[in-house]
Structures are given as C-alpha cells and as structure tokens.
C-alpha cells in the first residue's frame, strides 16, 4: 500500500492532507482560508470544485469584498494560481457538491434543495425543491429554529440508475431518498421516488451505495450505519468520539472526517480536525489521523487514485 493523497475541508480551511503506507500524517497543507465554511468536493476530469460559502457559523460575512454561496473551480491536477469562482445565486446553506453528467449537484438546506449547474459557466440549468418529494409517513413541519429549512437535506450519491440525497431531518431521525436516475432532466422534471430509507441515525452526513448495503455517518452518535440496521462504531478509543462528517472511498479504505462537538458554536470553528481510516470491506478501523485544530470538517475527497464516491 502506497501513500494517500486527500483533501479535507472544514468550517475555517480547505486542507491537502498526505497519509504514508501505514495512514500516518506525512504533510499538511493549507490551501485557502478566510472565505468562511468551506463546504462539499468534487471533481471532473480537468476541475476540482470547492464550495466556499464565505459565512461563518454564525452566518457572518468574512470576506466583505466577496460574495456568498461560492464554488471555487481550480484547474485539475490541482493548480493554485489558475482558480476561477462563480456564485450559486439565491443559494443560502450550500452543502456537499457532486459531479456527474457533465454536471455541478449541489444540495443546499433551504428549498429549492437540489441545483444542477453547467460548471463551465456557473449557470444553473435546473432545480429540484426535494422537500415535495418526501413521502407523506415522513412529512412534518419545519422546525421553529429553521423555518426555511424543513428537512436539511445535505448529501447526495449517484450510483448505477439511481441517486440518493440523504437528509439530516433536525431530531426526528435521518432518511434517504432514493430516486430513480436516468439522466438529468428526468431527475429534475419528472422525479420517481423509488423509496425511503430510515433508520440512519441521527443528524447524519453522506450516503454511499456499496455492493447493496447503503452507508452513512451517523454524526449525532460518532457511528456508521447501513440500510439493513447494522451500527459500527468507528473510533478507536473513546476519547476521541466525535462529530462525523465527509466520506471518501477507495479501493481497499474509507476515509472519514471527525470534529467535535461543540455546545460553543465557535468551537466547530477552531476545534480538533481528525481522519478517521476503515477497512473497506469489513468497516473494521485502521487508523485515527490527528490533523491539527482547523475546525469540523464538513467534506473529504480521495484525490491519489480514483474517488470511488461516484462509482
């Protein structure tokens, strides 16, 4: 087993994190900072694109001389000085990115949840307000606190025909929707919803289809739990249980990122940043990687061999 190579964004910094043959910290860049939480990863084969929403977590601007809800677009292999940004518009709580069809998902918390984007151009082509399509046993209001935000829809997955957006659902428990995918325009115009997945958690954070068994991270309970109801606890000591967000898959690992909680706000700012590594076909964990104090992360992308995410 080689090295790896990841990037890792958190609510204060995107990050270039290299891991040796045995998962432990080789190198350690900061590749941008000051435009707020940076949020999902993806990449084509010439772009990676980053979502910079240039809000903290209380929602204040940092950048005054910039706009909000942002993709950062850098040429691919990864080349600082050639990046370019367009903003989402409208866009207000930005959260994981996906590319696939020649096209920029983006989920956003608040309706509509679902943007597709032509990332040449930044344009958005179409939308999908994925709040209709949630079925009527798991419909309820939007809670008090988040009246824009009725389910808080964060994570998506394509996989074969189908796609899955999975949504956090503040504390009435996590679901995923799995719609049938047979391009982009029947996914945005004529959308089928296939079923809902429940039991997964709670306040949890991406969706992955493997080999049938449909995995998230439980980011309320520091888990990871599939389709069928199996729960696996993933850190390795108990000390260092916390809030989990952003998945990358490989061949033989996932790759798992790790915050904590924090009742303080601020503290998901500047708090502990870890990677946690699992053995891919057992969940077993392999390895904890401590990655300095840059905040919660919110996504993770495998960028030395190829990100099975979208596979």
């Known amino acids: 087993m080689g090295s790896r190579e990841l990037l ?23 590749l941008r900072t000051g435009e707020g939480i940076y949020f999902g990863l993806t990449r084509s084969p010439t772009e990676l694109y ?29 080349a600082i000085a050639g990046m370019r940004r367009f903003t989402v518009e409208r866009a207000t709580d930005l959260h994981q990115a996906r590319y696939h069809d020649g096209l920029l998902w983006l989920v956003d918390g608040s309706r509509p ?29 939007a809670p008090e606190s ?7 829809f964060n994570s998506i997955h394509f996989a074969a025909e189908r796609c ?16 049938r995918y047979d391009g982009p325009a029947s996914l945005l115009e004529r959308p089928a919803v296939i079923r809902a997945h429940t039991g ?7 969706v992955y289809l493997d080999k049938g068994r449909l995995l998230v991270l439980d980011s309320g309970n520091c888990r990871l739990v599939n389709s069928n109801g199996t729960q696996y606890s993933i850190s390795q000591q108990e000390d260092r249980s916390g809030y989990l967000r952003g998945l990358a898959v490989g061949g033989d690992f996932l790759y798992v990122g790790q915050g904590s909680f924090s009742d303080d706000r601020k503290g998901r700012t500047d708090g502990p940043s870890w990677l946690l590594v699992l053995e891919r076909h057992t969940l077993n964990p392999a390895a904890a990687v401590e990655l300095g104090r840059h905040g919660n992360p919110c996504d993770v992308l495998l960028t030395s061999e190829p990100d099975w995410s979208d596979q």
């Open 113 to 141: 949840e679902l943007r597709a984007l032509d990332p040449t151009t930044g344009r958005q082509v179409g939308q999908m307000a994925l709040s209709d399509a949630v079925p009527t046993e798991l419909a309820h209001d």
């Open 164 to 179: 899955f957006i999975l949504a956090h659902n503040w504390a009435y428990g996590s679901f995923a929707l799995e719609l």
């Open 50 to 78: 980053v979502v910079a929403r240039n809000r903290d977590v209380a929602g204040e601007i940092q950048n005054p001389s910039l706009p909000t809800s942002m993709v950062l677009a850098f040429p691919w292999p990864l």
């Open 8 to 30: 890792v964004s958190t609510f204060s910094r995107l990050l270039r994190v290299h891991l040796d043959s045995k998962h432990q910290l080789s190198e350690l860049e900061i």
């Open 200 to 206: 997964l958690g709670s306040q949890s954070h991406d």
């Open 146 to 152: 988040h009246p824009s935000d009725r389910y808080h």
